[in-house]
């Protein structure tokens, strides 16, 4: 009887801890796809873009208006070159928190924006959330969401 307990728990341990790097590796993945993504998003890299996004998406910007991938791509690559007296962008993320089930995961995180223009800088502040697919071994957002961050009531 000990022996069989033992044994089981041993298989239940084992599977937990193959699920459980799964899942790890999973997450690091989609860590590092999304510090891609902000990375080139700030150099409004076009095929960042087309890597990051499902052709399928649906997303909803923070100004309340709801666009698509194609349309997204569309005004990216018409966007004009920028010119050197441009407001440079940079994007990152904070507060990054992943829930996985299979082979859908929800992203939620703080997008800080830091806009620098004639040697100052402005920073604002999103609240995004992404729903990825692993389709063919690789990890895109379906859907999106950002919302303005209110600023502190002393600012």
Known sequence: MKIRTVVLLFVVLSLS??????NARDIVDLTNLLKVFLD??????AAVHD??????????RSAGVRTTKADLMKN?????APKSDDPKTVYTGEDIQIHQYGDTAVVAFRLVATVTKDGS????????????????????????QSTVMAKPKNQ
């Open 76 to 80: 990216l690559r018409n966007a004009p």
């Open 121 to 144: 800088t402005e920073v604002s502040n999103y609240l995004n959330t992404g729903t990825f697919v692993k389709r063919n071994g690789e990890w895109r957002a379906v859907a999106w």
């Open 17 to 22: 801890a193959v699920s459980y790097g799964q």
């Open 40 to 45: 080139g998003a700030s150099r409004n890299d």
């Open 51 to 60: 890597r990051f996004w499902a052709d399928d998406l649906i997303y909803t």
